[in-house]
């Protein structure tokens, strides 16, 4: 058993090597990212709770097939620097990040990949500024019309009730305190494992429903390097940052008042696990599948739903996302 660890240690340590970490000035913060490869630049774009570092194997890969792969932290995660201060994590910070990083790469345009909050400020992005967006592959999180009616956390706690996830992330303080009690590593180890179908739920008490005698075996694509990796850089960071995104989510419903209505004109692919927490959330498999999705994104040149998967997919089905991104920007 300890020789088998220690292949996988040589193999973890191979696999990274060759990507190059550099800080650059952007909106006013420094911003961490991973970089490899010469080429047109493919923008890796994570979510929650997760850094620059669940693109490892796209990183590899596309920088073998010829692209330069640029995989930021996100502004509050990893070694990113992480203002306090809700306001600071609006939808223009976010997209202002990725604008002036776009620009320090010295490109007109980049080939986006998001993943769950990415996703969402990619969306963002190719609202505000399509003109640096060739082509989008958009993994679990589909576009969200703005409704002008209701704000979103209301909407949330209408729809799914007080113990939401997105909703009990709001208070300041509540969740950093649940998760200290936790342990981040426990907590960290709970979200990357679970596969229960959604909408997510954290009830008050024991919010994560983490037991002391529990273990939590990992799956097949997350070794104890990998998630001591997320453990250390979270343990340094924090959480406040990453749980300042959901906090923004009525801010940034009052800032985009002038787009709504408005439809996302880039060249769109959306891919999802039919086990994700959000594509089994009752309501968005009608709006994935109906007209509305299309509607929203004209340039949507497909859908695909990956049977088995579940929420990280880019890491749980490396190679076959992979084979679909690729199949989809080489278009372009």
């Known amino acids: 058993m300890g020789s088998e660890n220690g292949i996988n240690n040589h193999k973890e340590e191979r696999e990274m090597e060759g990507i190059k970490h550099r800080v650059v000035s952007v909106n006013g913060i420094k911003m961490h990212i991973a970089e490899k490869g010469e080429g047109p630049v493919v923008l890796f774009l994570h979510g929650f709770p997760e850094l620059w570092y669940t693109w490892r194997h796209q990183v590899q890969a596309f920088a073998k097939l010829g692209y330069r792969a640029v995989a930021p932290d996100l502004r509050g995660y990893g070694d990113t620097d992480a203002p306090a201060s809700v306001a600071s994590y609006t939808c223009h910070h976010l997209v202002g990040d990725l604008v002036a990083l776009v620009g320090s790469l010295g490109v007109d345009q980049v080939y986006v990949v998001g993943h769950d909050w990415g ?3 990619a969306w ?3 609202l505000f500024r399509p003109n640096l967006v060739k082509a989008f592959v958009c993994l679990t999180a589909p576009f969200r019309p703005r ?3 209701m704000k979103p956390v209301e909407t949330l706690r209408a729809f799914y009730g007080d113990d939401y996830y997105m909703c009990r992330f709001q ?5 950093e305190q649940v998760i200290a009690e936790c342990g ?3 907590v ?3 979200i990357l494992t679970d596969r229960n179908p959604g909408p997510p739920r954290i009830p008050k008490g024991n919010g994560f429903g983490i037991c002391p005698n529990t273990r939590l075996t990992l799956p097949f694509w997350l070794t104890e390097e990998d998630l001591n990796y997320y453990v250390q850089k979270y343990n340094k960071k924090g959480f406040t940052g990453p749980l300042n995104y959901y906090r923004a989510l009525d801010l940034n419903w009052e800032l985009t008042a002038g787009w709504t209505g408005a439809k996302v004109g880039v060249p769109v692919k959306f891919i999802v696990g039919d086990q994700d927490m959000i594509y089994t959330t ?10 509305g999705f299309k509607q929203d994104v004209p340039l949507l040149e497909g859908v695909v739903i990956v049977e088995g998967a579940g929420h990280f997919i880019n890491q749980e089905r490396a190679e076959d996302i992979n084979a679909y ?3 989809f920007i080489k278009k372009f």
């Open 147 to 149: 409704n002008p009616k």
């Open 171 to 175: 208070e300041p303080g509540e969740m």
């Open 325 to 327: 991104i690729l199949d």
């Open 188 to 190: 960290l180890k709970k």
């Open 282 to 291: 009752p309501g968005m498999k009608e709006y994935i599948h109906g007209v």
């Open 119 to 121: 996703a969402m400020v």
């Open 124 to 126: 963002y992005l190719c």
């Open 184 to 186: 981040t590593e426990k």
